[in-house]
């Protein structure tokens, strides 16, 4: 596999106290447990792996609300936290957090980035598995807009566009952005309860080495603009 993927949830600036981010933080990694066996221990860090491994979060509000409470765990009015699998360099996915902050200039967001290569990144980086990701993202954090796909793709879209603003392999969009309109085969149109709306391009690993990919999600962006969907995060 030459591509590595991700993928992340964002949210304009939105106050939240240390105890209802924490909360979110715990149904977060409770929610992602079953998806994958790696993903049912998670770590902070530390200076070195071993340090790290001594830092376990157990997925209870009440470790995230300890953390929350500390500088290092703060910023610009809201909370951040990096957290790791404990699986050996390589092997490890990440979880990227950036819960309550205000700032029009910083938008808050939960990334999850899966390995770039080998046994446990052939396994999760499917559409199935990374659909279940994406909605389990979407139902903790209530985003506006969220996206799981490539690295390439992602570093090829970003050069012209900003993020809200372009399709991928798996999109979310909540209700206050919109009606997703009928789009062509073979996209998939899900709802996430009553947040909002996921979108699927293709069943198999969406890749930009593949041209009918490629000018599908070309083809979906249109709609989706078209739509009024696809927005800056900020605006």
Not at 50 to 73: D, G, M, N, S, Y
Request: proline share 8%.
């Amino acid at each position: 596999m030459s591509e590595g993927y991700y993928a992340g949830v964002y949210w304009p600036g939105r106050k939240e106290p240390a105890e209802s981010c924490a909360r979110r933080t715990a149904n977060l990694f409770q929610r992602l447990a079953p998806l994958e066996p790696t993903w049912a221990h998670w770590f902070g860090t530390g200076r070195t792996r071993e340090e790290a491994l001594e830092q376990r979060l157990v997925p209870a509000a009440a470790t995230f609300e300890q953390l929350f409470a500390k500088k290092k765990h703060q910023l610009l009015g809201g909370f951040n936290l990096t957290a790791w699998s404990g699986e050996p360099q390589g092997s490890a996915t990440g979880v990227i957090l950036k819960c309550g902050l205000t700032s029009a200039a910083v938008c808050n967001s939960c990334t999850l980035n899966p390995p770039g290569k080998g046994l446990i990144a052939d396994r999760v980086t499917d559409s199935t598995v990374m659909r279940r990701a994406l909605h389990a993202m979407a139902l903790t954090w209530e985003p506006d807009w969220g996206i799981a796909t490539s690295d390439l793709h992602r570093a090829e879209v970003l050069k012209a566009s900003e993020p809200g603003t372009f399709v991928g392999w798996l999109m979310y969009f909540s209700r206050s952005r919109g009606t997703v309109p009928p789009l062509p085969a073979p996209v998939r149109i899900e709802p996430v309860e009553d947040k909002g709306t996921l979108i699927i391009l293709t069943p198999e690993r969406f890749t930009v080495s593949n041209p009918e990919h490629v000018a599908l999600a070309a083809r979906v962006q249109e709609l989706l603009a078209r739509a009024g969907l696809l927005r800056p995060l900020n605006e």
